[in-house]
C-alpha cells in the first residue's frame, strides 16, 4: 500500500518511496536492523498500481534542484498528483492522454557505481499503458 500525503489542499501519491536523509553525513539513516528508514512508503519492488491519467502530461516546475512534474491522476477513486523526474516523465508522458489507464511498477536495477567501485541496488518505475 502506498502513502497519500496531504499538501495543503491537494492529496500527494507516494510512487517512489522516500527514505531518511542526514545531510550532514550525505547518507542514508538507518535503524537498528540496517535497513534504512522509510518516510514516505510508495511503490515496493514488484509492486504495481494503476492510475487514470487527468492530463496527458505533468505539470513542469523548475527549481533550483532540477526539473520535476507533477502529474494529476485518480486513484483509488481520489484526484491525486504524484511527482517525476524528467526521465521518468518522458515516458510517463508518451503513454496516451486524459482519460487513459497507465499501470506503474517498481522494479530493483543493479548499476556499477564508478566512484565507489561497487555494485549498487537501487528501486526504478516503470509505466505501460492499461488497453
Known sequence: ????????????????????????????????????????????????????????EGREVVTRFGTSYSCGVEYDGKEVSFWLDEKQHEKYSALGGEGDTVRITCKLETYFDKRAGVDKTIEVLFFEKVE
Open 1 to 56: 500500500m502506498v502513502d497519500i500525503k496531504e499538501n495543503g489542499k491537494y492529496l500527494n501519491l507516494v510512487v517512489k518511496t522516500k527514505y531518511k536523509w542526514d545531510s550532514s553525513k550525505k547518507m542514508f539513516e538507518f535503524d537498528a536492523n540496517n535497513k534504512k528508514i522509510v518516510v514516505d512508503q510508495g511503490l515496493k519492488p514488484d509492486e504495481s498500481l494503476e492510475v487514470v491519467k487527468k492530463f496527458a
